[in-house]
Structure formats: structure tokens, C-alpha cells
């Protein structure tokens, strides 16, 4: 795809790498063009991969699209440092005022002194239930590590398997990474994203330990699975460990959120660690040169606006954040209610913490123990790990 920004005036692309989202962000877009006029046009790329070189060749040729996706953390400073995106800061000011969002949620998009974005999505990443298969095998919603283990057990006997993950599209083998080492030593897990933690450390060999173990015992569905959402829609795993962005593609599956499937957070091992839960926080930014064109920034607005926030929760099943917008769905409601709660912490999700230079051959090897999940693999992958993440801190 080339000339991203020789459309015409009127139509405004928007550029993503979730093709999973493209029909519900082109019925924003489509709501955009009745509400400001000029209607925005969703443009998919198939893997992330493909995504940032496109970008990145765009930032290099001075051929930026006006408005694209991307991710937060590392890979959003280091966009940030390119110097092509726009600032928002009066934006936010706007939406802050007008009590649409909060400081908070402007803060989570805040590189240096200024914001460079707004929420595509804000997501908490959350196991999500086939209430069906729990009620056959006599399980209610875990509240401890020790509940969690025993429902698992119960979900087995039952002739269930307890946990649905996989390692499609060659990202996803982070997600249990990320949640064994929360739930077991979180500022472990901080520290591996400033290099002062090792991969192979016993934090770590830790949670490779209680993951191996788990698929020893059969927990886990097959990672081979090329159809994750569908797969647990038939019923190939029971909880699904996932971001709540996920319950608009399961309704789409054919479930029904409160009634087929519930929600709850994962549980900690240790009862004294603060409740927490990894968030998710996609955004959606602006090129320098897009802030001359009212016909951009207009559809930005709307996109954040009550109205497009409740567009795009019907569509998608998604919360941007929006204080005064609907909640998309019973669950991200009911999500939302325990988050406030039991003033629940978050916690950078590991995409966006790690260092964007490794991130890609880090989840490879991260996917390659899911497919042979023993302890054996899991000691090369830690070395293999490491050696990267070495390599990189001595160099930054």
C-alpha cells in the first residue's frame, strides 16, 4: 500500500494492523462521515510486523499516514522520538474538561511532556468463562489461586479443558508469560522490562515452572489452533484468558456475554499482593502535518466523543474510556464495578512494556515452549531470552 496520504481531502484513512476490527472501525467511520462529513476509511494491514514496517517506511519517506494505530510503551516512545506525530495536549484538555475522560486515562498516552494519542481501546486482559461447562462441573468463579487450581481439576474430570490458548498469528505466547509472573512476583515482571530482572532468573523459572506443570496436567487447550475466538465459542476451553476487547469477537462467535460466558480477574498465588490486572491501552494518533486539516481532527473528536464511543462499543464490543459513554457490554461493566472495587492496580501489558527492538524474537521463543511445554525447553528459551535481552541493555 503506498501514498497514504494522497486520498482526497474528504476521505480520511484510517490505518491499523487489526483486521479482526476493520468492520466495526469502518461503521465509526461510516458514522463519522454523517456526523462531521467526511468519513473515515479503515485500511488493514495482516500482521503487526507488516504494519510497523510500513510505518516506519512511511516516518522515512516524509509520507506519514494523518491518523494510524499503534501500540503504547517502548514502541510509543520510540514513535514518539521520530518527531512525526502531533501533539494532543489541547485535545485533552477538551475531553478532561468536559469530564468525557480522565487525567488518568490522558496519562497512559503521555510520552515527555505531551500526549501523542487517544484511545483506539482501553482494555483490561481478564478470564473470561463458558458459564455452561462450569455449572456442569460444579465450579464457580475462583477467588483464590487455590480455587482456580480446583476448578481446574474439576473442569478436567468433567471431561473439559480448563484453559484455552494458542499461538495464532505469532504474538499471543506473552499472555501467560505475563500473567504467571504478575500473579506470583510482579516486581519481577517490572523488572524485566528495564533490564535490572534476567530472563533466566528464578522469578521466571518460576512461572515456566507452574506453566509446565499445568500443561503436564493436561490444563491447556492445543496451541495449534488457528481460529482462537471461534475455537472457544465451541467450547474447546473453558476460561479464556484474554483482553476484554475479545467479548465482541466471542458475541460474534455466536456466545452471549452474561448469559454463555462471564468474566472475573485472575486470582494471585501470593493473597498478600495487591489485586491487579495487565492493561491494555491501544491509541490511535495523528501525524504533525494532519493537525492542519480541521476535516482530521474533526473525525479524531468524534471518534473519542460520547457519540463515536457508543458507536463503536455496539460494533465492537470495545470501551475507549469515555466517562459518559455506555459500557459496551454486562461484562466490561461488571469488570469495570471490581476494578473500582477493589481499587485494582494496572499493570503494562508485556507488548508494550518490552523493548520494541526484541519484542518480536522474544514472543517467538515464548510461542516455541507452548508447543513443547516442558521444563527442558523451557530452560533454552530462558537462555535464548536472556542472551537477547543482554545484548539490548548493554547496548541502551
Known sequence: MTGATSALAAEIQLFHDKGFWSEPLQTVGDAAGVATGNPITQVAYSTPEQYKAFIQSAIAGGDVPDMFTWWTGSVFSELVETGALAELDGLWDDLIASGDFSEGTRDFYKVGDHIYGVPL??????ALYNKEQFAEAGVEEPESWNDLIAAADKLKAAGFTPFHATVQDGWRGFIWFQEFMIRTDPEAYRGLHDG?????????????????????KGYF????????????????????????????????AGMTAGEDFGVFIMPNQDPSLPASV??????????????????VVEAL????????A????EASGN?????????PNVLVAEVNQQVSADATLAIDRWWEAVPGDIQGEVVAELNRFMLDPTMETADEVMANIQELNAEYWADN
Do not use: M
Open 121 to 126: 481501546h482501553l482494555s483490561r486482559w481478564v
Open 196 to 216: 535490572s530482572v534476567a530472563y533466566d532468573s528464578d522469578a521466571v523459572r518460576n512461572a515456566f515452572e507452574i506453566w509446565s506443570d499445568w500443561y503436564a
Open 221 to 252: 487447550s492445543d496451541p495449534r489452533s488457528n481460529e482462537e475466538v471461534a475455537d472457544f465459542a465451541r467450547g474447546k476451553g473453558s476460561i479464556y484468558l484474554i483482553g476484554d476487547w475479545a467479548i465482541g469477537l466471542i458475541e460474534a
Open 278 to 295: 495487565i492493561v491494555e491501552g491501544g491509541p490511535i494518533v495523528l501525524s504533525k502535518g494532519a493537525l492542519d486539516k480541521p476535516e
Open 301 to 308: 473528536k468524534y471518534f473519542v466523543s460520547v457519540d463515536g
Open 310 to 313: 457508543n458507536v463503536w462499543a
Open 319 to 327: 470501551s475507549i474510556g469515555n466517562s459518559n459513554a455506555e459500557p
